[in-house]
């Protein structure tokens, strides 16, 4: 089973990322579980294993600018189908939540399956949502040394006190998602 997954949809700032998996049955990996309850050092190492003993992974990003012009629903539907667009392998898909994307054409998709905390309960959409979760991570770590007054290596683009606080002192930078209230309200 390939399991699709994102992360990034509720900072003010940069990409929203999707990962595509498909494990290898024969090799499980120990310890896979939502990227949201593990530590930051246990997906880096997580996703280092992820990487090295899946039988395929893909990712896909969209940028700011694509959820400002699509929607962030819209953008990580996308990012999801680039995912899977980038594996090399076939397979029913499982995507975390309750939307697919749109996958006609794509010649790895067999079946596609949404499902609810899917990232709780199929190790597949586990694995992918570590992907993504440190694939953006480490996004907006680059982001931040472009940027540096927002600190974006600390609060990765999530609307936390200082972060709001930079924005309002500096104004939005080029990878703000101006269509999101707190940026937007700053621009009229």
């Known amino acids: ?10 900072p ?11 494990l290898d049955p024969a090799a499980p990996i120990v310890g896979l579980a939502d990227s949201k309850a593990l530590s930051a050092r246990a997906r880096e190492s997580l996703a280092i294993e992820i990487r090295a003993r899946a039988l395929s992974f893909g990712v896909g990003v969209a940028s700011a600018a694509e959820i400002d012009q699509l929607n962030i629903l ?12 980038a594996l090399a392998v076939a397979g029913p898909v499982a995507v975390d939540g309750n939307r697919l994307p749109n996958f006609s054409g794509l010649w790895q998709v067999q079946s596609a399956e ?16 570590i992907l993504a979760k440190t694939l953006r991570d480490a996004l907006m770590l680059q982001l931040a040394e472009r940027y540096p007054k927002y600190g974006f290596e600390v609060h990765k683009g999530y609307p936390t006190a200082a972060h709001r606080q930079a924005l309002e002192r500096h104004g939005p930078s080029a990878v703000h998602r101006r269509s999101f209230g707190p940026v937007k309200s700053l621009l009229s």
């Open 1 to 10: 089973m390939i399991g699709v997954d994102e992360a990034g949809r509720g």
């Open 12 to 22: 003010l700032a940069g990409p929203v990322v999707a990962a595509a998996v498909m």
């Open 74 to 85: 819209q953008a990580s539907l996308l990012a999801m189908r680039r995912a899977v667009a």
């Open 114 to 129: 949404a499902i609810v905390k899917g990232d709780q309960k199929v190790v597949a959409i586990s694995a992918a949502s």
